[in-house]
T-cell receptor, first 114, second 113 residues
């Protein structure tokens, strides 16, 4: 049974570029959340999508956007990359909107902006 | 302003002894607290949780205690094993937050054989 899968695992981008990160939730999970983990910090909430609609948004600039597809997979897009966007981006899925049955995290995408 | 704080960046414990990881929070509107364990190059793995209406939850070697008056929770691991060496994150979910979690900075636990 596949867990939460994220691609790519590592990525190097230049300042000002655009990046798209992808996430496939556990089969049957309808909720996908995105988190950013900067070195030495805990994960910080970016977005939550449930049933293809945005249900929550963290304190991130408009350069960050996301969407969820009919098969519940999700993309996180970041425009005009800054050095400070270098981080581990984690995707988490849950079967319900509120995470009552727990969140399962993927292994993340390590983004380096140079 | 951090709402969930883990003030100890690291903890070293001898195998077989008890590990106690601590977490403080500032917001009384959290309804659920969770502990996650993270190994390098992996995503966080759920360990144990506790509802804000309880004061203790136990699962095998892991017990979480919640002291609401002190806004403090702790994770006890007994007995500690070398495989427990990882970074432990405390997380909280706000009432009506639609489910998003607020994490502490983590505590790196090292269990020495």
């Amino acid at each position: 049974d596949a867990g939460v899968t994220q691609s790519p695992t590592h990525l190097i981008k230049t300042r000002g570029q655009h990046v798209t990160l992808r996430c496939s939730p556990i089969s049957g999970h309808k909720s996908v959340s995105w988190y950013q983990q900067v070195l030495g910090q805990g994960p910080q909430f970016i977005f939550q999508y449930y049933e293809k609609e945005e249900r929550g948004r963290g304190n991130f600039p408009d350069r960050f956007s996301a969407r969820q597809f009919p098969n519940y997979s999700s993309e996180l897009n970041v425009n005009a990359l800054l050095l400070g966007d270098s981080a581990l981006y984690l995707c988490a899925s849950s079967s319900d909107r509120g995470g009552w049955y727990g969140y399962t995290f993927g292994s993340g995408t390590r983004l380096t902006v140079v | 302003d951090q709402q969930v704080k883990q003030n100890s960046p690291s903890l070293s414990v001898q195998e077989g002894r008890i590990s106690i990881l601590n977490c403080d929070y500032t917001n009384s509107m959290f309804d659920y607290f969770l502990w996650y364990k993270k190994y390098p190059a992996e995503g966080p793995t759920f360990l144990i949780s506790i509802s804000s209406i309880k004061d203790k939850n136990e699962d095998g070697r892991f017990t979480v205690f919640l002291n609401k008056s002190a806004k403090h929770l702790s994770l006890h691991i007994v007995p500690s094993q070398p495989g427990d060496s990882a970074v432990y994150f405390c997380a909280a979910r706000g009432l009506g937050s639609q489910g998003n979690l607020i994490f502490g900075k983590g505590t790196k636990l090292s269990v020495k054989p």
